[in-house]
């Protein structure tokens, strides 16, 4: 059986982490225990980071250097590209394949200030310069 090649898909509790990690850099896991706990209501067990941490270690969602103490944890996708991976899977699934109506609905949930207009209109008009 071949080698799995692709990164699985984080869990919200996964992504919660891989935002700490994108946000601060390689972490240990007590810094990403404590910047998580400064963000929420309810705090986390330190033991779960842990074992959360160990798991994306596995799943190859993080990556860590043993070689120091304490160990210290690095995403192994940049932020864009998970966001990335993870819009193409929301298309898929709950869109048909549609971007189009992935944006449309995007749109029509809530009014986009103007800045988000001129960025949408940009991003717009530089991928018609691409065809």
Do not use: C
């Not at 700490?20 to 705090?43: F, M």
């Not at 103490?69 to 995403?75: D, E, F, K, L, T």
């Amino acid at each position: 059986m071949a080698p799995k090649t692709t990164i699985p898909r984080p869990t919200d509790a996964e992504l919660a982490i891989l935002r700490v990690l994108w946000t601060r850099g390689p972490s240990s896991v007590r810094e990403v225990h404590h910047a998580l706990n400064d963000e929420r209501s309810e705090p986390t067990g330190y033991t779960t980071v842990l074992k959360l941490m160990q798991i994306m270690t596995t799943k190859g969602l993080v990556s860590r250097d043993d070689s120091q103490r304490p160990q210290i944890y690095s995403a192994r996708e940049a932020e864009e590209r998970t966001q990335r991976r993870l819009l193409q899977h929301l298309v898929q699934r709950a869109f048909g394949g549609s971007h189009r109506d992935l944006v449309l609905q995007a749109l029509s949930d809530r009014k986009a200030t103007p800045d988000e207009l001129a960025q949408i209109e940009a991003l717009l008009d530089r991928l018609e310069d691409r065809r």
